[in-house]
């Protein structure tokens, strides 16, 4: 194969690591026109994320949000899944590298195996089932879980006695006992290493007698446990006896914060624990005690303060502020958990199981592929990066993302993933579309006149919705209905070989009307109407019955009810499905030109990427000039100066030829649809208009710094807000004079006003003592805090603070420090949690760790009809799996718009922000929704309440005098069929008729 030259640059990616966050820079790659080869050691795709249960702080079934993203995967025609491969070099630079693949054998030809499973069956050999965390045995031919993308099985050959029977039933002829390892090579313009994490092995940790105490359990373990297609299906049981238990305990930090074993925070473990405990309460049969042991809880992410709360006060977990001893056994199987609490009282509590919340680590394997490919590690192993470049590790063109970077949860893994794309996106736009493939849909089936025929597809999805509802009695239910021909039920009806089961059924039966009675259509829907478009069927000849989120979930305790309700939704589903018609798309002409709206960092940076792809990108800043809150700030807490940065950034923006900056700009009017929208903009002194037609809207608005009312702020000089604080740091002279400065966290935080954790005032406070402990070491600083929340890699700075003798003392929520003045002198009076004691010492300074609370944005998301939470963050399409889309398509979000956070973690969302738009406006072959509305004009009275009402403006009377609708620009939102007196307006898809059969079939 021989290279490309060097000016050449290549238009393919390979993504190391096929996980959650490797998949979603496959996708977005693949969208924006670049060929992906996407490698996994693992026999499957999904990561750790596919032995999840649920997600917090949604609560979501994990693989039910992930199925459809592997599906996607799986069919995509531009990406090239390769498990059981690795990458063992990597040769050349940035735009032409090779890269040489290991792929070792699988003994079983993935191409040729059907999935049936047949060679399972009368495989004699049993081995420790490593996706079920070794808590129960796998035959030596296996497949690691029922939705794995390829549904291919292997064969365990460490295990594998050779006894040929496999071999002996495949009729599919896929078996190869002499298969052996193969080397290929592929050439490349960038890579992307997401190869995650592993988690800590806690058998070292004697004390916790985790390998002699079979109900002392890791969180993966216990997440095995809960998820329906575990060991136990389900079932909440302890692996010593299998029986349900009654007090469950979780420890904190077990391999994290620990200089023994990693001295980072793992940053996840406080918020999984949480929501174990609340999980494991919905699966036990009666009052299940759960107790979580911990130093600091560490609920920082967006609306995980809300989940926290509720899991205290709502479910009763009990939450133990604690340093845990040791655990030992007690009875024939119970576990006595030695602690000393917060007020130093040495305490012992029994519990039926114990559940170590395990961190992340790197394994061995990846530090030998870093080392392999050039790439530098930190001190805790973990890919190298710079702060200002999350995403970049220290070989050009190579790019990394997810925990792999540093421990996170999924949505910042799934941010990065994004950010690393268009990371590779920008160096690589001039080979975009010049690797990739055409998809071929075959033509659409007329269905005409046809009589309807229906197929009803009833999903367990293992036991969210089997393990309540009586999936068999609402399969033979549905058999009677009208029009149905064909009804089975599946274990998963989103995994991968369903939808190819689906798409025999329907030419076999000749089905043109497809039921699917499971989870949710916002997230699925999607996925089964490109499997009736990828047989010739229209794919709104569609329908769902949600029988988990209405049903199985809301009836959790009731399941002849549910079953019931169930056997309801399916007959109102088929009712209305035997009247669809087929609609028509028709293409979508897309405004290759991006609007970001707001010019801090997350804004310039996505507007920068958009512009290296090669997209025109427009910003407008409301300010006099660039640069937001960032003009505030003088150094990150690792030292690098933000000035330095923001300035680079603001002469890239204005020097670059594909962008355009207007500042002392307003928006005001907003219109069009995805691909074609116009934005009205007053620009300047002078508010001159100005009318910007783009494609895509990028909203970056930022966030601002809460004025305290307490604390004597604004009364005393000498009290002031971290902001503040760092102004007169970089004037120095003042501060040099300090002898001792008190820092209060949470000020406007987690309290009754605003609920959540505002994220980076813990580090900012840090941050500030350390700078104010490097001009005068003997200056005495003490940080009242509720929760240090130095998640990741800040932990290394809480105890570089401690070890340079800041002190930290913890207050409580009902007991606030006391801030007073006498004299013009400041004094702070706290209660001390070690000495029993309040303590009153006078200090130069009182610093307030003020919140970060939303900008001023109510008119602006009600321009662009974009939601708000109650706190005024925009709400994204999804916690996990969309953290940086809105649900209306062509608009996303990124920075301190979407929930606080540092400059790092905006830069990476404002990058994914840019990769998704980038995606979307590179996508030439989009259409427009075939539900539009649509006016019986013989009937019209031209009332104008159509036009009056449609929140996009899009109906107008026409020279005949009666309604008009273009079909270009109607979104489908109903709002004009809805408030139409004469109900002359149907919106197709849901015209009244189909309401009424709904309806009348729930009777």
């Known amino acids: 194969m021989a290279m490309q030259k060097e000016t050449d640059k290549i238009g393919a990616v390979l993504v190391v690591g096929a996980g959650v966050a490797g998949m979603q820079a496959a996708l977005d790659l693949a969208n924006s026109g670049y060929y992906v080869y996407l490698t996994d050691r693992s026999p499957t795709i999904g990561g750790i994320m596919a032995q999840l249960d649920k997600t917090f702080p949604t609560n979501d079934c994990s693989m039910c949000i992930i199925s459809p993203k592997l599906v996607e995967v799986g069919r995509h025609l531009n990406i090239e899944v390769l498990p059981d491969t690795e990458v063992q070099a990597l040769d050349g630079d940035l735009g032409h590298f090779r890269a040489v693949l290991n792929n070792y054998p699988r003994y079983l030809d993935p191409v040729k195996c059907t999935g049936c499973g047949d060679c399972r069956k009368v495989c004699p050999v049993r081995a420790v089932n490593e996706f079920n965390a070794s808590l129960d045995l ?5 497949i690691r879980y029922p939705q794995a993308v390829p549904l291919a099985f292997a064969i365990d050959r460490q295990v594998c006695i050779g006894c040929g029977l496999c071999g002996q039933v495949c009729l599919a002829g896929a078996i190869n006992y002499h298969d052996t390892a193969r080397q290929r090579e592929v050439d490349v313009g960038a890579v992307i290493l997401t190869v995650g994490n592993e988690v800590f092995d806690p058998t070292r940790l004697q004390s916790y007698n985790y390998a002699n105490q079979p109900n002392v359990v890791t969180s993966l373990e216990f997440e095995r446990i809960l998820s329906a297609s575990g060991p136990y299906r389900g079932h909440l049981m302890r692996p010593y006896d299998r029986e349900e238990p009654k007090k469950i305990a979780w420890l904190q930090c077990v391999g994290s914060r620990d200089v023994k074993t990693n001295p980072y925070c793992s940053a996840v473990c406080c918020m999984y624990a949480i929501k174990e405990a609340v999980i494991a309460k919905e699966h036990a049969h009666g009052d299940l005690d759960t107790a979580i042991f911990y130093m600091d809880m560490r609920t920082y992410g967006k609306d995980f303060e809300h989940y926290y709360n509720r899991a205290r006060n709502e479910h009763g977990v009990r939450f133990i502020r604690s340093r845990v001893h040791s655990i030992d056994p007690e009875g024939e199987c119970d576990l006595r958990i030695s602690y000393v609490n917060e007020q130093g009282e040495k305490k012992s509590e029994v519990f039926d199981l114990v559940v170590l919340s395990v961190g992340f680590q790197v394994s061995e394997s990846v530090k030998d592929l870093a080392r392999r490919l050039g790439v530098e590690l930190n001190q805790h192993h973990f890919a190298k990066t710079d702060p200002f470049l999350p995403v970049a590790t ?24 994004s950010a690393a794309a268009a990371a590779c996106s920008a160096t690589l736009s001039e080979a975009r579309w010049t690797r990739t493939k055409t998809k071929e849909v075959p033509p659409e089936r007329a269905v005409g006149q046809d009589d309807p025929r229906v197929g009803v597809f009833v999903c367990n999805c293992g036991i969210n919705i089997g393990g309540i509802v009586d999936v068999p009695a609402v399969r033979e239910y549905a058999r009677t209905l009208p029009h149905v021909v064909h009804v089975e039920d599946n274990l998963y ?15 076999k039966y000749r089905l043109n009307r497809v039921v699917v009675a499971a989870c949710t259509p916002l997230t699925h829907e999607s996925m089964f109407r490109e499997t009736l478009t990828d047989v010739g069927l229209n794919k709104y000849l569609f329908e769902m019955a949600n029988i988990r989120n209405q049903d199985s979930w809301v009836h959790m305790k009731e399941p002849d009810r549910a079953t019931a309700k169930a056997k309801d939704l ?25 609007l970001i709206i707001g010019g801090g960092i997350a804004g310039m940076t996505a507007a920068l990427n958009l512009a290296d792809q090669g997209f025109e990108s427009i910003i407008i800043e409301k300010e006099k000039e660039l640069g937001g809150n960032a003009r505030h700030l003088g150094h990150t807490i690792e030292g690098l100066e933000v000035q330095k940065f923001l300035n680079r950034l603001i002469e890239r923006v204005q020097a670059h030829k594909n962008l355009q900056v207007l500042t002392q700009a307003l928006v005001v009017g907003f219109s069009g649809y995805k691909g074609n929208f116009t934005t009205e903009v007053l620009v300047g002194p002078g508010m001159y208009e100005r009318k910007i037609n783009h494609g895509a809207t990028i909203v970056a608005t930022g966030a601002q710094e809460y004025r305290p009312r307490e604390f004597l702020y604004g009364e005393h000089e000498g009290v002031m807000t971290l902001l503040e604080l760092g102004q007169k740091i970089s004037q120095r002279y003042e501060v040099a004079k300090w002898k001792r ?9 987690r309290n009754a006003e605003n609920p959540n954790c505002s994220r980076i005032c813990c580090q900012g406070a840090v941050k500030y003592a350390l700078q104010l402990k490097d001009i005068n070491p003997d200056l005495e600083v003490v940080i009242l805090y509720r929760d240090m929340r130095m998640y990741g890699f800040l932990e290394d700075y ?35 949690h070690v000495l029993h004691r309040p303590i009153k010492m006078p200090v130069d300074a009182v610093v307030l760790s003020a919140a970060t609370r939303a900008a001023d944005t109510e ?46 973690e905006s830069i990476a969302q404002a990058m994914a922000a840019a990769s998704r738009a980038g995606a979307f406006l590179a996508d030439i072959r989009q259409t427009i929704s075939g539900v539009i509305a649509y006016v019986e004009q013989d009937r019209c009275a031209a009332c104008l309440v159509c036009v009056k009402t449609c929140p996009f403006g899009v109906p107008r009377i026409n020279e005949d005098n009666v309604s008009e609708i273009n079909t270009a620009l109607c979104q489908g939102c109903g709002t004009c069929a809805s408030e139409c007196p004469a109900k002359v307006i149907q919106l197709a898809h849901y015209e009244d008729e189909k309401f009424k059969a709904n309806i009348m079939a729930s009777f």
């Not at 796998?138 to 296996?142: L, Q, S, V």
């Not at 970077?405 to 910042?412: H, S, V």
Request: aromatic share 6%; with cysteine.
């Open 138 to 142: 796998r035959e030596a031919t296996y």
């Open 394 to 417: 220290s070989r050009p063109g190579v790019y990394v993302c997810g925990t792999f970077q540093c421990p996170k949860d999924i949505p910042q893994s799934v941010m990065e993933a």
């Open 493 to 507: 009806t989103c995994s991968q070989d369903t939808q190819v089961k689906i798409s025999g059924v329907i030419e």
């Open 570 to 594: 399916v007959r109102m589903a088929v009712a209305r499905a035997s009247l669809l018609k087929p609609l028509l798309e028709k293409p979508l002409e897309i405004t290759q030109r991006a």
């Open 741 to 749: 400065v008190a820092m209060i966290q949470c000020v406007g935080s």
């Open 798 to 832: 809480y105890v570089a603070a401690r070890n340079r003798g800041v002190m930290f003392a913890r207050y409580d929520l009902d007991n606030l420090p006391l801030v007073k003045s006498e004299d013009n002198d400041l004094s702070v009076t706290f209660n001390d």
């Open 859 to 904: 008119e602006l998301a009600s321009l662009l009809k974009i939601p708000r939470s109650a706190d005024g963050f925009f709400i994204e399409a999804h916690a996990k799996l969309r953290p940086v889309d809105f649900a209306s398509e062509g608009i996303f979000l990124c920075g301190m718009a979407h929930s606080p956070k540092l400059i790092n």
